[in-house]
């Protein structure tokens, strides 16, 4: 029986960000060079492993969320990874979005909504871990 509920949301956080390096944010079709005559459309799609940046930050939150779920003896230090993984993405999704500025034309596709869920994980864990902080001052008072 699992106890604490953060350890799911941190769990789903991590599907989230592997699941996101493979599943498209964005796909369109991109804005051509002058220096290109062909006339031909280029076609592409952004996911994690789009470039070398994205892939290393994707990786990052996954990493972090699951080292977070196994520090659960150390709460302050298991919030502190938390925000910091909220703040890894919020940079992740910054990139993804000037990246689009790159594309003539496209639309976002299901891949935003993980990243969109990724925040939300990570609010809905921080939330647990502090009620567990709360929970544990409540019971040593009572000692």
Not at 90 to 115: C, P, V, W
Request: glycine fraction near 6%; include cysteine.
């Amino acid at each position: 029986m699992i106890q604490r509920i953060q350890s799911i949301w941190l769990l789903l956080v991590a599907v989230c960000a592997f699941a996101t390096l493979k599943i498209s944010t964005y796909a369109g079709n991109l804005i051509q060079e002058p220096t290109d005559l062909s006339g031909k459309v280029i076609y592409q799609e952004l996911n994690g492993m789009s470039s070398v940046g994205n892939s290393i930050i994707t990786i990052g939150v996954g990493i972090l969320a699951l080292v977070s779920i196994f520090i659960y003896s150390n709460r302050k230090l298991q919030i502190k990874l938390c925000v910091a993984s909220f703040f890894i993405e919020l940079s992740l999704i910054t990139m993804y979005y000037f990246s689009t500025k790159m594309f003539k034309e496209g639309s976002y596709l299901i891949g935003a909504i993980l990243h969109i869920l990724i925040f939300v994980f990570l609010i809905l864990a921080i939330m647990g871990i502090r009620k567990d902080t709360k929970i544990v001052e409540e019971s040593s008072r009572l000692r």
